[in-house]
């Protein structure tokens, strides 16, 4: 008899056991790793209703040629860029304050970091020859960062003022 009764309720508890596990299971997987990007693709450079900010005006022309919009961690957006003949570029922006950028971006001493102005606007080019450069700019409410992970020579600096007078981002809301 007492077989009879304890056999029963392992069962059950199993059975709790599976359920609990598995309901645990689909929660953590919709809450994202917070110790990598979280990105969401956009079909267009409007993160009003996710962030409070669209961009409303960027490069675009048969060099400059824009791919996906993303907005990474809720907070910044970033434009995918192919710059003819063969080369790729990430344009970030943020409101003041919430810029996201790669920690490979922000770890190395660059081998060249210069400050210049376009258009009266103070632009900061840090490059290091055949390896990973970025230009950052504020412009009002917003902070602005193009960024290339093997940018051939002096392309960040040749396509620095199409982006600085060309990127404009704004509030939404």
């Known amino acids: 008899m007492f077989d009879t009764v304890w056999f029963p309720?392992?069962?059950?508890?199993?059975?709790?056991?599976?359920?609990?596990?598995?309901?645990?299971?689909?929660?953590?997987?919709?809450?994202?790793?917070?110790?990598r990007d979280y990105q969401e693709e956009y079909s267009a450079p409007d993160f009003g209703e996710t962030a409070g900010f669209a961009i409303t005006s960027y490069p675009s022309n048969d060099i400059l040629i824009p791919g996906r919009f993303w907005l990474i961690n809720g907070k910044t957006a970033?434009?995918?860029?192919?710059?003819?003949?063969?080369?790729?570029?990430?344009l970030r922006v943020a409101e003041l304050g919430n810029l996201d950028i790669p920690d490979a971006?922000?770890?190395?001493?660059?081998?060249?970091?210069?400050?210049?102005?376009?258009?009266?606007?103070?632009?900061?080019?840090?490059?290091s020859p055949g390896r990973r450069g970025m230009i950052q700019w504020r412009k009002g409410e917003?902070?602005?960062?193009?960024?290339?992970?093997?940018?051939?020579?002096?392309?960040?600096?040749?396509?620095?003022?199409?982006?600085v007078t060309q990127t404009e981002a704004n509030k939404t809301g």
């Open 142 to 163: 917003f902070e602005y960062v193009l960024l290339s992970e093997e940018p051939q020579m002096n392309l960040i600096g040749g396509v620095s003022t199409d982006f």
């Open 105 to 127: 971006f922000t770890e190395n001493a660059y081998e060249s970091v210069t400050t210049y102005s376009v258009e009266g606007i103070e632009v900061t080019q840090s490059q």
């Open 78 to 90: 970033e434009i995918e860029y192919n710059i003819v003949p063969d080369n790729f570029a990430r």
């Open 9 to 35: 309720l392992f069962l059950v508890a199993a059975a709790a056991i599976v359920v609990l596990a598995a309901a645990l299971s689909r929660t953590n997987a919709a809450v994202p790793d917070k110790s």
